[in-house]
């Protein structure tokens, strides 16, 4: 009874930082967080029909995690700071903190939706500016993101035209580059609260990564920008392009539809549970599923639908006729978002 306790009140604590941090930091649509059109109207069960209590959307799950088929290869959640460095293998990406930052706490799982809050970063006690801010390192996962976008440049510019009333736009989304490489940058302002948020954004892998600051300072945003030159970025990043390749899969949003399919086992689910499953799987040469990353999913749920995928058969997909890996997404379960007709991945 007591770890039950505990794990509660772990579930609790995770789901409280997850609204500070949206709060605090990201005062933009919530992408797929809350119940404005375009969110997720239920959290899904497993079955044709849907009855009974529907979970509201933007809630974690208690039980629901997210875990992978192996230890090897990287994950976006994976990211960390170490020796003052945030680094995230999957992304490809090193970051030096500036002087006197630091990372307090970790954020929550990734949501249902695919959002990711990869770092936050604070100054430290021994900071000499006058004025302090925050770093938020996010990425957000375009297979599964609610909303009416398909690229990173395409969801800025979507959080700028649903910036709410009390913000205004400092400068609109305006392409500039990032230690060598194309990314968007976008500021607005709380005249109320005289804080300034500066959102730079580009595309790594089938995701929006975004570095948002916040501060009072406009001086300190300009600097911390700046400082930004000093990162190592793949050489695939850009706003509307960044679709792998290379060292790491070809990211292909909706791959298992039919045609492409050669085998399908329908995983076997014991028991109905209403949250969605998104499910990102990495395809080898051969056409075969070597890696499976479920962003939420009950632990029941994540062997059924290993045990499923391990069977599946895909068309190699290849490029100047040389097969190559494939990265795509699957969601089991009710289908979290209607993007358009040609988008759904939803398994049932």
Known sequence: ??????????????????????????????????????????????????????????????????????????????????????????????????????????????????????????????????????????????????????????????????????????????????????????????????????????????HAFEIVLTSRDTKLLASLVTDMDKMKLPAEAAPTEGKGGGEVPVCIEDYARDENVLARVDPIFTEHKFNSVPVRIIIDREGKVKHIHFLSAFPDQAKAITDALGQWKFKPYKREGHPVEVETGILFGRANRPKTATAESTTQ
């Open 1 to 206: 009874m007591r770890s039950q306790g505990l794990g509660t009140l772990v579930v609790l604590a995770l789901v409280i930082l997850a609204s500070i941090i949206l709060a605090l930091f990201v005062p933009l649509p919530t992408w797929g967080q809350s119940g404005k059109p375009g969110a997720p109207k239920s959290g899904g069960d497993f079955s044709s029909t849907s009855t009974g209590t529907k979970v509201p959307p933007g809630i974690l799950v208690k039980g629901a995690w997210s875990s992978a088929s192996d230890s090897v290869t990287p994950l976006p959640e994976d990211g960390n700071v170490s020796n003052h460095v945030f680094s995230d293998q999957y992304f490809g990406i090193t970051y030096a903190l500036p002087p006197d930052w630091e990372e307090k706490y970790k954020g929550p799982p990734p949501s249902e939706s695919g959002r990711y809050v990869l770092a936050q970063l604070r100054p430290t006690d021994t900071f000499k500016g006058p004025i302090r801010g925050n770093i938020l390192i996010t990425a957000q996962d375009m297979f599964f993101t609610p909303l009416p976008v398909s690229n990173a440049l395409e969801l800025i510019n979507y959080s700028k035209d649903n910036l709410e009333g009390d913000y205004k736009v400092e400068m609109p989304p305006t392409p500039t580059k990032i230690a060598g490489r194309p990314f968007t940058f976008f500021a607005y302002w709380s005249p109320v609260a005289e804080l300034h948020w500066y959102v730079v954004a580009t595309e790594i892998r089938c």
